[in-house]
């Protein structure tokens, strides 16, 4: 399966959305741990994803937010959370309105996890 997600995550990482671009360039890409985008984990693609520190960030559209998305997420995160992942999920406008938030938060749990 992870095959025929590679072209999906390819395209997902060259066409970022703005929340997605604001929290890579101006955060998780200067953290001094490796942070991947769009990475194939399964059957599906992370938004990002730490591998140190066993994190999974999502970044969450209002596509998300309908009784089916809502639905898929819970499937999604069940299964990553049963290989010992733990899932952040942020929405859009978190990231519009409290950014350093967010990322104070990320780094707390990046940083007790990875040890630096």
């Given at each position: 399966m ?36 769009q ?77 630096f």
């Amino acid at each position: 399966m992870q095959n025929k997600l590679t072209p999906n995550a390819r395209t997902l990482r060259r066409n970022m959305t703005k929340e997605e671009k604001h929290l890579w360039f101006d955060f998780l890409r200067t953290l001094p741990v490796t942070v991947n985008r769009q990475k194939i984990i399964g059957n599906y693609i992370v938004d990002f994803y730490c591998d140190k520190a066993k994190l999974v960030i999502e970044l969450d559209g209002s596509q998300h937010y309908t009784a089916e998305g809502k639905k898929n997420d819970e499937e999604r995160d069940r299964f990553l959370e049963n290989l010992g992942l733990t899932v952040l999920r942020y929405s859009d406008h978190e990231i519009n309105s409290a950014f350093t938030a967010v990322c104070d938060t990320i780094y707390v749990i990046i940083k007790e996890r990875c040890g630096f």
